[in-house]
């Protein structure tokens, strides 16, 4: 009895050393023994997502949807021929594509305010809360939508400023040379003949009295072999020119004078190249201030402008030298607001009026 109760002993003794010996290593090994279970490492807590942050997302999403509405109205108006863009429906596309890039700033703004309170929130919940990812998309939208509209140079002063500067010399320098082109109106039968096949309504040539048929022989004096050396002559010389011709008209030689003028193509083209009207009324300038224009053209040329004011100056400057005054009425389509299209009809009714006619009062 005695042995048996020093051997349960011993047994529960040499158990419990041989536990503390495990227990000494396994800490000196650095993965100390515990008596009970492990327990399951908690759930992690569930995270919310930040309002603020999807706010700023999404209004950086609408601004950058109004930035592409702008410039899917501009493609539009680029290509007005392809699209049946009307005169009439041009200065209203133009005026609601300003419009949308204007209130592209405000979601814009919005975007960035979102942003900053969103990252308060998030910062102070140490965690808790998400949507870092979704500010910072918004505010990467509102700076691509901002540069945009900046670019468009409608709300920074000082590219205004620096475009009055060089509105000069980019005339000049660009294109004055490109618009100082003689332009006559008359299409030969080939590049070997100077036989007349048609002339341009309204054309220099058409004012000048040429006819279909003519044969084109002499140009200020110097003889014309080819109608390549025709062209390139009349080409040469600015708009405004006065050139004598040699005209053969059957058997019978006539001499006649034309002024040239510059192609309404060509100028229709710079004037859409332009950024502002003041530059645009430099264009029409160069371009000759007795070149005439049908009503339909100076149409065109005033919805090319962005404003009622750059409108009113051209249809000054033009309307003397309507060549189809019967239709100058067609010009008040292209105004918008109801005065500037108040005086345009007086200056055509007083332009109307033969000379010694009393006013009306």
């Known amino acids: 009895m005695d042995r048996s109760v020093t051997l349960i002993l011993v047994v529960v003794f040499g158990v419990l050393g041989a536990l503390a010996v495990a227990r000494v290593v396994l800490a000196a090994l650095g993965k100390p023994f515990d008596w009970k279970k492990a327990a399951p490492p908690p759930a992690p807590v569930p995270t919310s997502l930040s309002f603020l942050a999807g706010l700023s997302f ?43 890039l204007y209130l592209s ?43 945009t509209v900046l670019d468009a140079r409608v709300l920074n002063p000082t590219s205004w400023i620096s475009a009055g500067r060089d509105v000069v010399h980019r005339i000049h320098s660009v294109d004055e040379s490109e618009i100082n082109r003689g332009y006559l109106g008359i299409e030969l039968e080939s590049t070997s003949s100077t036989r007349v096949a048609r002339v341009v309504p309204g054309s220099p040539a058409e004012r000048a009295g040429i006819r279909v048929g003519d044969w084109i022989k002499d140009l200020g004096g110097a003889q014309m072999p080819s109608g390549t050396a025709l062209i390139e002559r009349i080409g040469s ?29 060509t100028l229709q083209a710079l004037l859409d190249k332009q950024d502002f009207d003041d530059e645009r009324l430099a264009v029409l300038k160069a371009a000759g201030i007795d070149h005439r224009y049908s009503a339909d053209e100076l149409t065109k040329i005033c919805a090319s402008f962005d404003f009622d004011q750059g409108r009113l100056k051209a249809i000054e400057r033009a309307l003397p ?14 105004l918008e607001f109801s005065d500037s299209k108040s005086r345009v009809s007086g200056w055509i009714t007083e332009r109307a009026q033969p000379p010694n006619a009393p006013k009306e009062e």
Do not use: C
């Open 321 to 334: 030298h309507l060549q189809d005054p019967q239709n100058a009425y067609r010009i008040l389509g292209s």
């Open 237 to 265: 010389l600015p708009p405004g020119s006065r050139i004598s011709l040699a005209i053969l008209r059957g058997s019978e030689n006539l001499t006649m004078t034309a002024e040239l003028a510059a192609s309404f193509a």
């Open 58 to 100: 999404f209004s950086g999403l609408a601004a950058l949807g109004l930035v592409v509405t702008t410039g899917i109205l501009s493609a539009a108006l680029s290509m007005d021929d392809v699209l049946q863009v009307g005169s009439h429906e041009r200065p209203g596309i133009t005026l609601a594509a300003k419009i949308v």
């Open 105 to 147: 700033l405000l979601p814009a703004v919005m975007a960035v305010a979102f942003a900053l309170a969103a990252r308060g929130v998030i910062s102070e919940s140490g965690g808790a809360v998400r949507g870092r990812p979704l500010y910072r998309t918004g505010v990467l939208l509102a700076i691509f939508s901002g540069a």
